[in-house]
């Protein structure tokens, strides 16, 4: 047989099989005509190649080259029409009372809680005047939440039934107990026992008490600490800290009110208010670094001095946005939380 016959057989089985597989319409007439010109065994490709026998031997090399093309142009053609069937029986499977013209459920969105975002707030004020983050355990030994803070063995804010003290089982002899942080002050330790002066941190964090829960009491809340060190800080510095603090949270000017306290820790005592909105409103405690606390810490009271402040959270939170229940804070209500 020529070579040009059997060409001209091959381009004729070609063109039938792409019209075959092109025009089925469901699974059993694709697999009928994969049968009829793909078959193994009497498939019409195998019987033009079993004519190859008949052609010249020196044209064989040819003939075998264009049967391959013409099996794989077969062989696509019979996979493109596998794939189209395939999709149209995704398309069959959909919901016929699927209208995707109709709006969506929207899903309720959350977001972060009023503390989460004050904390936020304020760690980027205390950052443009400088003060890093600091972190703490909210497990506190003794050394840390009184001792270093100069706060003595009989002194009333260690009394077992004004802190939550851990059971002491598991742990091994010679420690201390531990209890749950009652102020953040603790962080103030920890950081000056890592490194040498200068310090500007703030530490904002949860503290522990076992109040009678009313609206202004509950046994956890959070508390934000600031301690700066470094030569020659007085009380100006402190003051003015407060007040660009204040004014900065609050956005208008606030005017700062030192009152006469006394905390262990520090030397002098203030108790800090702010007025805003023709009120003068508590912020919380600070002063100057006492400096048994220095020297506790292996600072050297002639060389630095500092000053601290504790400002409870809850509070600064709550009066910006008219919250007079901190309980309201953890009943985790959404109509409540969704608010802010
Ligand atoms: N730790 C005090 C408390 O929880 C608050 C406080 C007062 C913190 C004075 C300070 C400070 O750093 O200087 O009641």
């Known amino acids: ?18 019209a075959a597989f092109q025009a ?69 499977h959909r919901d016929p009372q ?46 840390h939440n009184f001792d270093a803070l100069n706060i003595p063995l009989d002194h009333p804010a260690r009394d077992p039934l004004d802190n939550f003290y851990l059971a002491t089982a598991g742990r091994t002899a010679g420690d201390g107990p531990l209890l ?23 530490a904002l964090g949860r503290v522990y008490r076992p109040d009678q829960v009313d609206e202004t009491h509950y046994p956890m809340f959070h508390q934000m600490e600031g301690l700066l060190i470094d030569q020659g800080i007085t009380m100006a510095d402190l003051k003015s800290v407060l007040r660009l603090f204040a004014s900065s ?16 820790f520090t030397e002098p005592s203030v108790e800090v208010d702010m007025h805003w909105q023709d009120r003068w409103i508590e912020m919380g405690g600070a002063g100057m670094v006492d400096p048994r606390v220095l020297e506790a810490v292996g600072y050297d009271p002639e060389q630095v001095t500092g000053f601290a402040f504790g400002l409870g959270i809850e509070r600064l939170c709550g009066r910006r946005h008219g919250i007079t229940d901190i309980r309201n804070f953890h009943y985790n209500d959404v109509r409540f939380l969704h608010q802010f």
């Open 249 to 264: 949270y609050l956005g208008t000017a606030v005017h700062i009110r030192f009152r006469p306290s006394f905390f262990p």
């Open 1 to 18: 047989m020529p070579l040009s016959d059997f060409i001209t057989a091959l381009d004729e089985l070609a063109t039938q099989a792409l």
């Open 180 to 202: 749950l942080r009652s102020q953040t002050s603790t962080v103030q330790i920890r950081v000056m026992e890592r490194q040498p002066p200068p310090v500007r941190i703030i």
């Open 98 to 143: 699927f209208d995707p013209t109709l709006p969506g459920i929207v899903p309720k969105r959350g977001h972060l809680h009023p503390i989460t975002q004050t904390i936020a707030e304020l760690t980027d004020i205390m950052g443009r005047l400088g003060f890093t983050v600091a972190d703490g355990p909210e497990i506190e030994d003794e050394w």
């Open 24 to 92: 089925t319409a469901d699974k059993s007439a694709l697999e009928t005509a994969r049968v009829e010109f793909l078959g193994a065994k009497n498939g019409r490709l195998k019987l033009t190649q079993q004519r190859m026998t008949a052609v010249d031997p020196a044209d064989r090399p040819a003939a075998g080259q264009k049967l391959n093309q013409v099996k794989s142009t077969i062989q696509a053609a019979f996979e493109a029409a596998s794939q189209r069937l395939e999709s149209a029986a995704l398309v069959q």
